[in-house]
């Protein structure tokens, strides 16, 4: 349903690790066949009218303010003529044009509050976790074909920085029983690791034995709670990464 960006997760032992994230059970797929350009996030929507139709509001409330505040800074002599000319005009009390102001700043207090509520901080059909959103594809393909893929939605192939983050991984690893690419290769250099954006290994969750090298096994993927070395050839489904966008006030 459109709006929600963290559908509940049924319960089980995972749900303890992660109290405070909860996950969609949907699939998104990304084709392995070409570029795709980035899906149009039509939640926005809604967001950019509330947007300009308070804005709206607010310079109303303004130009009011303005000419009160104009009307208490005329000359005695200009107030006095144009009292003669309009008896029934009242020039405005600074009380009121304190009152006018306290109003902008409170209709701009429930547009912030109002957009808080209304952000999401991932695309549509994206996973937020810790300030990163996280597609999971529903199709297979190489490595080198995964790194493409994740590129032309403006993402790369994922990478682990944490414990935290391997757990959220292998949470939903676990529950949907699929062996993923990691952003992960030693294809340069063998038996040097390093992510797609060229940092070196430092925080490793290797299966015990590995990685081994066998026939040619340069590229890593997630199977279960660790990871392997594989073929790079070989055919996996894939997790990019991309930062959330903040939110307002936070």
């Known amino acids: 349903m459109a709006g929600e960006c963290e559908p509940k997760v049924p319960g089980g032992p995972e749900e303890d690790i992660f109290r405070d994230q909860r996950f969609t059970k949907k699939d998104p797929e990304v084709s392995t066949r070409g570029p795709r350009s980035c899906p149009v996030s039509w939640g926005r929507q809604p967001l950019l009218l509330l947007l300009s139709l308070s804005l709206a509001v607010c310079f109303l409330l303004l130009v009011t303010t303005l000419v009160q505040v104009s009307r208490i800074s005329k000359s005695p002599q200009v107030e006095a003529q144009d009292q003669q000319e309009n008896p029934s005009s009242v020039p405005a009390s600074q009380d009121q044009v304190y009152s006018g102001l306290?109003?902008?700043l409170q209709q701009?207090?429930?547009i912030n509050t109002s957009l808080a509520r209304l952000c999401r901080p991932c695309p549509w059909t994206w996973e937020p976790f810790q300030g990163s959103c996280y597609l999971f594809s529903g199709t297979q393909g190489t490595w080198?074909?995964?790194?493409?893929?994740?590129?032309a939605v403006g993402a790369h192939l994922v990478i682990i920085n944490s414990t935290a983050e391997q757990r959220f991984l292998r949470?939903?690893?676990i529950r949907k029983n699929k062996v993923t690419w990691i952003g992960l290769t030693d294809h340069r250099t063998e038996g040097s690791w390093h992510w797609v954006d060229d940092?070196?290994?430092?925080?490793?969750?290797?299966?015990?034995?590995e990685?081994?090298?066998r026939?040619?096994?340069?590229?890593?993927?997630?199977?279960?709670?660790?990871?392997?070395d594989n073929a790079c050839s070989a055919e996996n489904f894939w997790i990019c990464?991309?930062?959330?966008?903040?939110?307002p006030g936070s």
């Open 171 to 173: 949470y939903w690893n």
């Open 199 to 209: 940092t070196p290994l430092q925080l490793s969750f290797w299966s015990k034995g």
């Open 102 to 104: 306290e109003q902008i």
């Open 144 to 151: 080198e074909s995964s790194v493409s893929a994740c590129r």
């Open 241 to 247: 990464e991309q930062p959330s966008a903040p939110c």
């Open 211 to 213: 990685p081994n090298n």
């Open 215 to 228: 026939g040619d096994e340069d590229c890593a993927e997630l199977q279960d709670d660790a990871w392997n």
């Open 108 to 110: 701009l207090s429930q």
